[in-house]
């Protein structure tokens, strides 16, 4: 679990060495059912940039995760299970200052990094025009990142 922890960390700090770092080069990413899309195999680096673009906008985000379980898989992988909780804030945003975002997250991991990242979506709540708004921001106004 804590290779979770310190990558939700990173994110929420825009510690974007730190959270790649967490990461092998390449990663399968399944955030469909929050996004739409299809699962993909991304590299790290494309993945980190996307996250990039957006984080910066909000003047704040937090991760909150557990408990945990962590089951060994077959073919070597480590699987992590965990609810997740993302609070995402613009203070002064048309529609409301807050977008929630609450699932579970099922991760697999491999030598201590993360091969694979899955996000079930279970609800969302508050202004769910948030995430345009910061992207928007990421350029005009990004926050400063956290040490």
Do not use: K, S
């Given at each position: 679990m804590t290779v979770l922890t310190r990558l939700l960390h990173a994110v929420d700090a825009l510690d974007w060495a730190a959270a790649r770092a967490t990461f092998a080069d390449t990663v399968r990413a399944d955030?469909?059912?929050?996004?739409?899309?299809?699962?993909?195999?991304?590299?790290?680096?494309?993945?980190?940039?996307?996250?990039?673009?957006?984080?910066?906008?909000?003047?704040?985000?937090?991760?909150?995760?557990?408990?945990?379980?962590v089951t060994p898989e077959d073919d070597g992988l480590l699987r992590l299970d965990t609810h997740v909780r993302a609070f995402h804030r613009i203070a002064d945003a048309e529609g409301g200052p807050l977008w929630g975002v609450h699932g579970h997250y099922v991760v697999r991991v491999r030598a201590g990094l993360i091969v694979g990242i899955t996000l079930q979506l279970y609800y969302q709540e508050g202004n769910l025009t948030l995430p345009a708004l910061a992207t928007s921001r990421t350029v005009t106004q990004p926050r400063t990142p956290r040490t």
């Open positions: 955030y469909t059912e929050l996004a739409g899309g299809e699962v993909e195999d991304v590299a790290a680096d494309e993945l980190i940039g996307r996250w990039q673009a957006v984080f910066p906008g909000f003047d704040a985000t937090q991760h909150v995760t557990g408990p945990g379980v």
